[in-house]
T-cell receptor, first 114, second 109 residues
Framework: DAMVIQNPRYQVTQFGKPVTLSCSQT?????MYWYQQKSSQAPKLLFH???????NEADTPDNFQSRRPNTSFCFLDIRSPGLGDAAMYLC?????????????FGPGTRLTVL | GQNIDQPTEMTATEGAIVQINCTYQ??????LFWYQQHAGEAPTFLSY??LDGLEEKGRFSSFLSRSKGYSYLLLKELQMKDSASYLC??????????WGAGTKLIIKP
């Protein structure tokens, strides 16, 4: 089945220790998103890609970086995680560029910072 | 600015009907999405409205009024598995989703 896959589902890291979250998709969608979602809050868009065209949201902290080496994979790097970065990180994909296609989400990675 | 407003929490009884309201303000508008999110899981797509009116899909229906910046999600014949958060999201002129914080729906027997 075509899908959006996130690994790992649960990630524990230490304060200040770099961590990388991964997302892969078999949908062959052009657009990929990284969201941060804290409990009972709206998903907050961090980055998105139209193909290889990278878009960084204005209020995304410099501590967060992203890479999309090819259509199928996208990575979220947190260079020095702080306690405030503990959250669910959601990867989503969408087929088109400037269209109203639905976003499809992966299962998320729950990040704990000790 | 852009924002989405929806109630924080609602409670309903199994078998009943519940309506979850959402108001939005966006720079441009390319449609309104509803997603369901169970605790600890990712959002899953429920509905999309871009024209005024009611869209029915089984037990779930979604309504849109563009002139009022208003939408609702109607859930009929509630089941215990419908206990979840329901997220309203409006798509702006840049085709980005502006998300609400979600309405936590509690279903009681």
């Amino acid at each position: 089945d075509a899908m959006v896959i996130q690994n790992p589902r649960y990630q524990v890291t230490q304060f200040g220790k770099p961590v990388t979250l991964s997302c892969s998709q078999t949908l062959n969608h052009n657009v990929m998103y990284w969201y941060q979602q804290k409990s009972s809050q709206a998903p907050k868009l961090l980055f998105h890609y139209y193909d290889k065209d990278f878009n960084n949201e204005a209020d995304t902290p410099d501590n967060f970086q992203s890479r999309r080496p090819n259509t199928s994979f996208c990575f979220l790097d947190i260079r020095s995680p702080g306690l405030g970065d503990a959250a669910m990180y959601l990867c989503a994909t969408r087929e088109g560029g400037r269209t109203t296609d639905t976003q499809y989400f992966g299962p998320g990675t729950r990040l704990t910072v000790l | 600015g852009q924002n989405i407003d929806q109630p924080t929490e609602m409670t309903a009884t199994e078998g009943a009907i519940v309506q979850i309201n959402c108001t939005y303000q966006t720079s441009g508008f390319n449609g309104l999405f509803w997603y369901q999110q169970h605790a600890g899981e990712a959002p899953t797509f429920l509905s999309y409205n871009v024209l005024d009116g009611l869209e029915e899909k089984g037990r779930f229906s979604s309504f849109l009024s563009r002139s009022k910046g208003y939408s609702y999600l109607l859930l009929k014949e509630l089941q215990m598995k419908d206990s979840a958060s329901y997220l309203c999201a409006a798509m702006d002129s840049n085709y980005q989703l502006i998300w609400g914080a979600g309405t936590k729906l509690i279903i009681k027997p």
